[in-house]
């Protein structure tokens, strides 16, 4: 999808052929709406539940990709260029595991590594995408923190409850903790606090008003576990939820502190006071 809206901000016709229900399926059904109805806006087209089942190479260099959509009919479209995104797996390739004892995941895929990134070895430790835990450069970065920490005789535990996730698509998404679709599998009874950009001052002057903030608490203890934003600086935003999931912050703390005017971070105050009591700029 990131890569959907950079082809088609340039101009490109730019078709999405999604083998599940949504695009973005780790998102809420709300964000992948959203974010769904503007990729159609800017022209791109949604195919989702569809499978790929072949490309042809064309006689002029190009290519012709068929699908099968939701009915299980047959359909076609004229390509210059197909992009193949479905995922990433380690590459351990070259590491010398095979000869040196180093134990891998129950699946074969990855590094076997504790909360401290040690592995099966001791004085071997592993990081990064090789653990095959949460493929994100920040996250890989966090372990190697852990990782020198226990080097070096201090005890530190990898956590990954508050891992944000950054999706530069346009407006951008990013989200945190516990989503709402998750806590609903779960059966974790949780509150939601929400706010439109379309609401915010700064959003507003920048011309970017589409999109919200969605702040998730659990009932049963008033904390913060999770949130989601789309809209303007998302990707930025989402760090001052992290922050509240790590720390296990309750709404009430978060709707307290004091937020810069006008900002697009007062709309992540704001959704915290709706769980609160209401905002003042948003009636619901």
Known sequence: MEFAFIFAAFGVKVSVVEALEECLMTCDHEICAQISAIAAEQGIMLYNGSQVEEILPTEDGACVVGFSDPSKMKKYIPARKVLLAVGRAPCCEGLGLENSGIALN??????????????????????????????????????????????????????????????????????????????????????????????NGKALALG??????????????????????????????????????????KAEQFAKTIFAHPTTSEAVHEAALTLEGGSPHFAG
């Open 106 to 199: 129950d699946n074969g895929c990855g590094i076997k590594v504790n909360d401290k990134m040690q592995t099966n070895i001791p004085g071997i430790y592993a990081i990064g995408d090789v653990t095959n835990r949460v493929m994100l450069a920040h996250v890989a970065s966090q372990q190697g923190i852990v990782a020198v920490n226990n080097i070096m005789g201090h005890d530190c535990l990898m956590d990954y409850a508050a891992v944000p996730n950054a999706i530069f698509t346009e407006p951008e998404i990013a989200t945190v903790g516990v989503s709402e679709k998750a806590a609903q599998a779960a059966g974790i009874a949780i509150e939601c606090g929400k706010f439109p950009f379309s609401a």
């Open 208 to 249: 970017k008003e589409e999109g919200f903030v969605k702040i998730i608490t659990a009932q049963a203890t008033e904390e913060i576990i999770g949130g989601a934003i789309i809209g303007p600086n998302a990707t930025e935003l989402i760090a001052e939820i992290t922050l509240a999931v790590a720390n296990r912050m």
